[in-house]
């Protein structure tokens, strides 16, 4: 076997030199970098948000695979814009720096393995979706898609559709907006919240059948829950008296029906001031569409009678907090 040269031998010397040199450059950079993180978060921590990016740069300029300091760089820059001063070049700058790292954060954090990591990856998609909302950046076209990840990372997160919808419905785009909430509906048939969110929805629209029908459905869900039940009083005697195109057999029908929820509520607590309060709102309703003088009378001192204990509920409740 051939011996290798001087020049050979000195030449993997240096070269194993070399490799021993960066990587005690490399240990020093992660120590540092530790540090940096570690003095960035007290800074965090003490809302020193200018401070704190300034060390998480550090950080990650000396490691920049510290990838849950990319969230907090962002956030720091998050933190110190201010919606009052909104056109001025330094101040849109930390939204821009905001936007950069939020989306680094989510890019890398996204095969995350590690339960905190994870948490930051989902954070970070949140974040970055509010920084494209109204009160921010107020660009829906770009926070659309970030939605429609985490929608995928969590299809049993109604909230994110909830998301989603409304940003639909703002640009005018109702079937989707709908269509949408829908699915929240399919993903999970047992949440009150999207039955609620629904509801809301529709009486946007102006589409009272189905804000009611949403809103029973919310009560099937929650059968002992008696202001589920209450809300529906509540959108009867609302819808009586605020939709002027309605007849009088109308009203006498959404009073009626109003009636029987509240009374479900009260079955389920006899003591619910909110239900006594509004069953005695819409007796008077009720007062308001009747012919006969003697029962619109009996109404009204029953409606009077209601009002009287609700106020005598409120009373005790006040003395023994």
């Given at each position: 076997?051939?011996?290798?040269?001087?020049?050979?031998l000195?030449?993997?010397?240096?070269?194993?030199?070399g490799t021993?040199?960066?990587?005690?450059?490399?240990?020093?950079?992660?120590?540092?970098?530790?540090?940096?993180?570690?003095?960035?978060?007290?800074?965090?921590?003490?809302?020193?948000?200018?401070?704190?990016?300034?060390?998480?740069?550090?950080?990650?300029?000396?490691?920049p695979?510290l990838?849950?300091?990319?969230?907090?760089?962002?956030?720091?820059?998050?933190?110190?814009?201010?919606?009052?001063?909104?056109?001025?070049?330094?101040?849109?700058?930390?939204?821009?720096?905001?936007?950069?790292?939020?989306?680094?954060?989510?890019?890398?954090?996204?095969?995350?393995?590690?339960?905190?990591?994870?948490?930051?990856?989902?954070r970070s998609?949140?974040?970055?979706?509010?920084a494209?909302?109204?009160?921010?950046?107020?660009?829906?076209?770009?926070a659309e898609?970030?939605?429609?990840?985490?929608?995928?990372l969590?299809?049993?997160?109604?909230?994110?559709?909830?998301?989603?919808?409304?940003?639909?419905?703002?640009?005018?785009a109702?079937?989707?907006?709908?269509?949408?909430?829908?699915?929240?509906?399919?993903?999970?048939?047992?949440?009150?919240?999207?039955?609620m969110?629904?509801?809301?929805?529709?009486?946007?629209?102006?589409?009272?059948?189905?804000?009611?029908?949403a809103l029973?459905?919310?009560a099937k869900?929650?059968p002992n829950?008696?202001?589920?039940?209450q809300t529906?009083?509540?959108?009867?005697?609302?819808?009586?008296?605020?939709d002027?195109t309605?007849?009088?057999?109308?009203?006498?029908t959404?009073?009626?029906?109003?009636?029987?929820?509240?009374d479900?509520?009260?079955?389920?607590?006899?003591?619910?001031?909110?239900?006594i309060?509004?069953?005695?709102?819409?007796?008077?309703?009720?007062?308001?569409?009747?012919?006969?003088?003697?029962?619109?009378?009996?109404?009204?001192?029953?409606?009077?009678?209601?009002?009287?204990?609700?106020?005598?509920?409120?009373?005790?409740?006040?003395?023994?907090?």
């Open positions: 076997m051939r011996a290798m040269s001087g020049a050979s000195t030449l993997i010397a240096m070269l194993t030199l021993i040199v960066s990587s005690a450059c490399a240990q020093v950079g992660a120590v540092q970098a530790r540090r940096s993180f570690k003095a960035a978060n007290a800074e965090y921590q003490a809302q020193n948000y200018a401070k704190a990016a300034e060390l998480y740069e550090d950080a990650l300029k000396n490691d695979n990838l849950e300091a990319f969230f907090y760089l962002g956030n720091s820059y998050d933190q110190q814009w201010k919606p009052s001063r909104r056109g001025e070049p330094a101040n849109d700058a930390m939204m821009d720096k905001a936007v950069e790292n939020y989306q680094l954060a989510a890019d890398k954090l996204a095969n995350a393995t590690n339960e905190v990591q994870q948490t930051l990856g989902k998609l949140e974040y970055l979706q509010a494209y909302g109204a009160d921010k950046l107020n660009d829906p076209a770009k898609p970030i939605v429609q990840k985490m929608i995928q969590e299809p049993n997160e109604s909230s994110n559709y909830f998301v989603l919808a409304k940003i639909y419905e703002d640009a005018g109702y079937p989707e907006s709908e269509q949408t909430l829908l699915k929240a509906r399919e993903m999970k048939p047992n949440d009150p919240a999207v039955y969110t629904l509801a809301g929805y529709y009486n946007r629209q102006g589409q009272f059948d189905k804000t009611i029908d029973e459905q919310r869900v929650e829950n008696p202001e589920a039940f529906i009083a509540a959108y009867y005697w609302d819808e009586t008296r605020g002027a309605l007849t009088d057999d109308q009203k006498r959404f009073v009626g029906k109003g009636l029987e929820a509240v479900h509520a009260i079955q389920i607590k006899a003591d619910y001031v909110e239900a309060t509004f069953k005695g709102l819409l007796l008077r309703l009720q007062a308001n569409l009747e012919k006969d003088p003697a029962k619109q009378q009996a109404l009204l001192k029953e409606a009077t009678g209601l009002s009287d204990r609700a106020n005598e509920l409120r009373k005790k409740t006040a003395g023994t907090d």
